[in-house]
C-alpha cells in the first residue's frame, strides 16, 4: 500500500465517479482503476460497487475511509518534517501564468528572492494548482500563489498576499464612460472582452447570486490588441486585473468581483527558515506593488 493508492481511494470515494477523479488526479481512467485493482487485491477486499451507472462503497469500503486518511495525511505530514534534512537548494515556486505574463511585480519579486536567499536557485512552473493543495506543496512545489476558491487543509498555510481589484477599460464613446467605478449589476446587456487567462475568475463569478450573467456578453479574446477597433467605437469593454498602458489611464473603471484575495499557500510545519522567508518576501513586495503599477 503506498501514498499514491490512498489518494486515489480517498479521490473516488469523494467523488463516486471514476471519470471526474482521473481528471482531477490528472491521470487517465485505465490508471485510475488500475491503482484501486491493486489496492483491492492487496486488502483482499472489494472497496468499491461498479456498474455502468453509478459506483458507490463497500461496507469495507466505508469503513477503511477514515484509516485511509489518517495513513495518507500522516504520509504527507512525514515528508513535511523531513524537508528540513534536504540537501537540495533548489525551491520550486507555481505561479499563475498571467504573473509571469503581463504583472510588472514578477521581476521585482525575482529579484528580492535572489537578493535574500542567494545560496537557492528558484524554479517556477505554472502548471494549475492541485485540489489538494497538501499532496501539492508535499510532491511538487514548495510555494504557490493561488485565488483560494475552496478550503484548505490544516496543515497549508494560506497567507494573504493581494487584495484583488479589477478595471474595466472602455473608451469614450461607450455610454458607461461617464460613471467613475461600475457594479457588476451595472454590465447587464453590455459586451465584455477578457482574456482567456481569467477563464477561472469569470467562471467564479458567473455563478454569485443576483449578477446579471445571463445578459452579459462575455467575450475570450486572445489579447486586447484584437479588439482595440471596437472598444474605441465604443462597443465593449476589457477586463483587466490593473490599469496596463495598454489604454490610456482615463479609461479604466474599477469594477467590483466578488472574489477572494490572492494567497500564498505553504505548509504549515515546514521546519525549513526559507520557507518563512519566502512569505516574508512575498507578503513584503506584494505590499510595495502600487509602486510597480501604472498611475
Known amino acids: 500500500m503506498n501514498d499514491h493508492q490512498l489518494l486515489c481511494f480517498l479521490t473516488v470515494q469523494r467523488i463516486l465517479n471514476f471519470t471526474a477523479a482521473a481528471k482531477e488526479l490528472y491521470c487517465t481512467q ?7 485493482r491493486s489496492l483491492e487485491k492487496e486488502l483482499d477486499l472489494t472497496l468499491f460497487e461498479r456498474s455502468t451507472t453509478r459506483v458507490v462503497l463497500t461496507a469495507a469500503g466505508r469503513a ?46 525575482m529579484e528580492r528572492l535572489h537578493t535574500v536567499l542567494p545560496g537557492h536557485e528558484f524554479r517556477v512552473d505554472t502548471a494549475p494548482p492541485r485540489m489538494n493543495a497538501h499532496l501539492m506543496l508535499c510532491t511538487e512545489a514548495d510555494a504557490a500563489v493561488v485565488l483560494p476558491f475552496g478550503s484548505a487543509q490544516p496543515e497549508v498555510e494560506r497567507t494573504p498576499i493581494m487584495h ?23 454590465l447587464a446587456g453590455q459586451r465584455v472582452y477578457y482574456e482567456p487567462l481569467y477563464q477561472e475568475i469569470v467562471d467564479y463569478a458567473g455563478v454569485q447570486p443576483g449578477m446579471p450573467f445571463s445578459t452579459m456578453e462575455w467575450r475570450s479574446v486572445e489579447n486586447y490588441a484584437h479588439v482595440y477597433t471596437e472598444l ?37 510545519d515546514d521546519p525549513r527558515p526559507e520557507i518563512a522567508t519566502l512569505r516574508r518576501v512575498f507578503t513584503e513586495v506584494y505590499g510595495e506593488r502600487i509602486k510597480a503599477l501604472i498611475p
Request: no cysteine; glycine share 4%; charged share 15%.
Open 164 to 186: 484583488n481589484t479589477f478595471y474595466l477599460a472602455l473608451a469614450p464613446e461607450h455610454p458607461l464612460y461617464p460613471r467613475e467605478s461600475l457594479q457588476l449589476a451595472d
Open 30 to 36: 485505465p490508471a485510475l482503476s488500475y491503482q484501486i
Open 64 to 109: 477503511f475511509v477514515p484509516h485511509a486518511e489518517q495513513l495518507y495525511r500522516g504520509i504527507l505530514n512525514a515528508r513535511t518534517a523531513l524537508k528540513g534534512f534536504s540537501a537540495g537548494h533548489t525551491l520550486t515556486l507555481r505561479l499563475p501564468p498571467v504573473l509571469l505574463q503581463h504583472d510588472p511585480i514578477y521581476p521585482v519579486l
Open 232 to 268: 474605441l467605437a465604443g462597443r465593449g469593454m476589457f477586463l483587466f486585473p490593473m490599469r496596463y498602458s495598454a489604454y490610456p489611464a482615463a479609461w479604466y473603471r474599477q469594477v467590483w468581483l466578488p472574489l477572494p484575495d490572492t494567497v500564498l499557500l505553504t505548509l504549515r
